[in-house]
């Protein structure tokens, strides 16, 4: 009903950057919270940056100051600017999003397929 496609992801040298993309497409009625999350190995999933549909953003602190979460919710779409990067962001991310879908009253959350990001020199 919902699919979730994230893009940007890559290997970059650290003090890079790097801008992931998800869009959200399908019976999308309303999207209510869109965020990131990432995943390294061993690690759990841990949130990264969320923005709820009016803008406001919740960061990480491991990632305050060097990443930005934006969205464009008449593509409902979700960016994450990742500057500065470190090699301990190196991780799978996820992109998450809350959505109501047509003839329903529910948000359901639904997730992508995760994008490699790669952190080395």
């Known amino acids: 009903q919902v699919q979730l496609v994230e893009s940007g992801g890559g290997l970059v040298q650290p003090e890079g950057s790097l801008r992931l993309s998800c869009a959200a497409s399908?019976?999308?009625?309303?999207?209510?919270?869109m965020g990131w999350y990432r995943q390294a190995p061993g690690k759990q999933r841990e949130l990264v940056a969320t923005?709820?549909?009016?803008?406001?953003?919740n960061y990480a602190d491991s990632v305050k100051g060097r990443f930005t979460i934006s969205r464009d919710n008449a593509k409902n779409t979700v960016y994450l600017q990742m500057n500065s990067l470190k090699p301990e962001d190196t991780a799978v991310y996820f992109c998450?999003?809350?959505?109501?879908?047509?003839?329903?009253?529910?948000?359901?959350?639904?997730w992508g397929q995760g994008t490699q990001v790669t952190v080395s020199s």
């Open positions: 399908g019976s999308v009625a309303h999207i209510n919270v």
């Open positions: 923005s709820t549909s009016t803008g406001n953003p």
């Open positions: 998450s999003a809350r959505v109501r879908i047509i003839s329903s009253y529910n948000y359901n959350d639904y």
